[in-house]
């Protein structure tokens, strides 16, 4: 959305109103939409520097970066929180007098869809104290029609590691929870004259219809250099506890298109926690699954471009990607051969036929904020040779995978 502000005859400049980006699936940092292909989260110094030198062999495996914004934090008469980032050519005293009414708050939207008593749906949410939080928020059952327009149709169910299942809300829970986090930390000091720095990164998923996505976070050890003992404690735990230490790999959110009840399926990090190696293993098969049949015909793909990418991991010397996740998505809505007027045949599977091109699916890493290399300016400790933590998850990744496709 664009707030904008008249403030002379003749003089017209806009702010961008941020809001949360309802495919998060995993992660503690808010991410926000800035426009359809373009996403933006709060700018850690360390990850910034991992994109500005990022290996070429590398960026076909994550989001282009696009350099930098800043942001306003701006509260309205009502006490409602928004952020307004603004564009480097415009000036930020230009945002101080913006219309209260173009500027209306993600919160505000989820309310008054709320009260117009929408029927439609988008997720399903199982984690109470998550749910207490968000709906204390946004009052729980409304539709965010901005982005939600073409999801109309389409509504989502959020599952426990027990298999159970929560009321239906019409939001994505998770994004909206790390959003509601980070405006309170920002209101617990806020500062409508100080600007916040962003990263603008591609928005990986733009060009699926109903993007269905895999965050795992790889590797045997999570906590970065820079770690406090608590922290590095409490991090070594968590991998000892799920399958980090077992397979170098745990999940850490998921959503899953169901074609059969026109929903999506998610779980969350908690979820991913509790798995033991069987479970990881079913819960592959699960986002493998659209609630009709297991979309075996994704799995070479993935696991070629899994391949693709463990190479380049084990070029990259000194390389620690600490923390760092790794995303997989597809698009639920399989490709299909229409039928023609001239009586040509359609192919009533959904599936495009074998020799085709592969369905298209996407293999990314993100999230490099305790990433360290020789050169980086943030570099505590020296590594040699490639992150072995990684590339073990990797490996045991592709043989799951591999084992999928093939029914085992």
């Not at 008054?112 to 709906?135: C, D, E, M, Y």
């Not at 359609?346 to 074998?354: A, K, Y």
């Amino acid at each position: 959305m664009v707030v904008q502000s008249n403030l002379d005859i003749g003089e017209s400049r806009k702010g961008v109103l941020l809001e949360p980006f309802i495919h998060q699936v995993g992660g503690h940092m808010s991410m926000m939409k800035y426009d359809e292909h373009t996403v933006c989260k709060p700018l850690v110094s360390q990850e910034q520097w991992f994109y500005e030198t990022l290996p070429t062999t590398m960026k076909q495996f994550t989001p282009q970066y696009k350099g930098i914004i800043s942001v306003n934090l701006k509260k309205d008469s009502m006490g409602n929180l928004s952020l307004v980032a603004i564009p480097q050519t415009d000036n930020r005293s230009s945002l101080d007098k913006a219309s209260k009414e173009s500027s209306m708050t993600i919160w505000q939207k989820l309310n008054q869809a709320n009260s117009r008593g929408s029927g439609h749906t988008f997720v399903k949410w199982n984690h109470s104290p998550l749910t207490n939080t968000i709906k204390d928020s946004c009052q729980g059952k409304s539709l965010l029609q901005t982005d939600l327009q073409y999801h109309r149709d389409v509504s989502s169910l959020m599952e426990d590691a027990s298999g159970n299942q929560a009321e239906k809300n019409s939001y994505n829970p998770w994004g909206l929870h790390c959003h509601q986090q980070h405006l309170n930390r920002l209101s617990s000091k806020c500062n409508e004259n100080k600007l916040h720095q962003f990263l603008l990164l591609e928005n990986v998923v733009s060009k699926y219809k109903y993007p269905c996505i895999l965050d795992l976070k790889m590797g045997t050890r999570q906590h970065g250099d820079d770690a406090s003992e608590e922290k590095k404690a409490r991090q070594i735990k968590k991998c000892e506890q799920s399958t980090s230490a077992s397979l170098g790999v745990r999940i850490c959110g998921m959503q899953v298109y169901q074609a059969d009840t026109v929903q999506y399926l998610c779980n969350d990090k908690y979820y991913g926690r509790k798995l033991s190696p069987d479970g990881f293993k079913q819960a592959l098969c699960q986002f493998l699954h659209n609630g009709i049949h297991l979309r075996t015909d994704l799995a070479e793909a993935i696991v070629c471009q899994l391949k693709t990418l463990l190479s380049i991991i084990k070029k990259q010397s000194s390389y620690r990607f600490y923390s760092s996740s790794l995303l997989i998505i597809y698009d639920g809505l399989e490709k299909t051969i229409d039928s023609h007027p001239q009586g040509h045949s359609q192919n009533t599977s959904g599936t495009v036929p074998h020799g085709n091109s592969h369905p298209k699916v996407d293999v990314r890493m993100i999230d490099f904020a305790h990433t360290t290399y020789k050169g980086s300016r943030y570099n505590q400790t020296a590594y040699d040779g490639p992150d072995h933590g990684y590339i073990f998850g990797l490996e045991n990744l592709i043989k799951i995978i591999q084992n999928i496709s093939v029914g085992e």
